[in-house]
């Protein structure tokens, strides 16, 4: 059998995010989704993830997996066999950025995760040309299904995390750098950014997708992630 995967799912998402990918990749590997979640910084979700995790494992992350990867790359490098960062983002969050999550948090706290999600997140998340209401609501149960604790737990690792470009350059195994051509919230030129970080890479920017391209476009994202595997 062919080397354990590990996929991590951006913030306020769970397994459902890499549905097709579990489908496809199941049956020849062991495969784990971590949650992430009862840990309020990056360092502590990684460490979380890297006690769970076999002692070695390709590693996917999508956004908010993503950054986590990029952190369980900076403690534990030698445990990762190959690395896919999906629609993230390696920069630390600006001032204003921060400013915002507090905000949400302190609304979501409030009573209002429902609201924050539907007006502020979930329409930054598909394409135009992607838009799927099937999706955008299978976005909103698994944020419900994972409450406002998460939420805040998350928003404030996310707020206080490193920039990780030092820890990108040191990466020396394969690395698939992939993200839909129409992110809002990672655009293409973070993705850009990670490739030039990473010797080796390789860069796909899937079209028709926005920041989901898991769900958005699976077909073609599954053939992609298929041949990192193969490396």
């Known amino acids: 059998m062919d080397e354990p995967l590990v996929l991590l799912p951006g913030m ?3 397994a459902r995010l890499f549905h ?3 489908e496809l990749f199941s049956s020849n590997r062991s495969l784990m989704v971590m949650e992430l979640k009862g840990k309020k910084t990056m360092a502590g979700l990684a460490k979380s993830v890297l006690e769970r995790a076999p002692a070695h494992f390709a ?4 956004s908010m997996g993503g950054i986590v990867a990029m952190e369980i790359i900076r403690q534990e490098p030698d445990r990762v066999t190959r690395l896919a960062l999906m629609d993230t983002n390696p920069l630390a969050d600006p001032p ?3 400013a915002q999550r507090k905000s949400q948090i302190n609304r979501v706290m409030a009573g209002a995760l429902r609201s924050v999600m539907r007006d502020e997140i979930k329409p930054n998340y598909l394409c135009q040309a992607s838009k799927s209401h099937d999706i955008l609501n299978i976005c909103m149960d698994m944020a419900q299904d994972l409450g406002p604790e998460v939420f805040q737990d998350q928003s404030s690792a996310l707020q206080n995390r490193p920039d990780q470009c030092n820890t990108l350059q040191s ?5 698939l750098i992939l ?4 992110d809002q919230l990672c655009p293409v030129s973070r993705h850009i950014l990670m490739h030039d970080l990473i010797s080796g890479s390789r860069l796909e920017i899937i079209p028709r997708a926005g920041h989901l391209p898991t769900l958005e476009q699976p077909e073609l994202t599954n053939r992609k992630l298929e041949e990192w595997l193969k490396q």
């Open 12 to 14: 306020m998402c769970d």
């Open 20 to 22: 097709p990918q579990i």
């Open 59 to 62: 590693l996917a992350g999508l």
């Open 96 to 98: 204003e950025k921060a």
């Open 171 to 175: 990466v020396n195994v394969p690395s």
């Open 179 to 182: 993200c839909g051509e129409n």
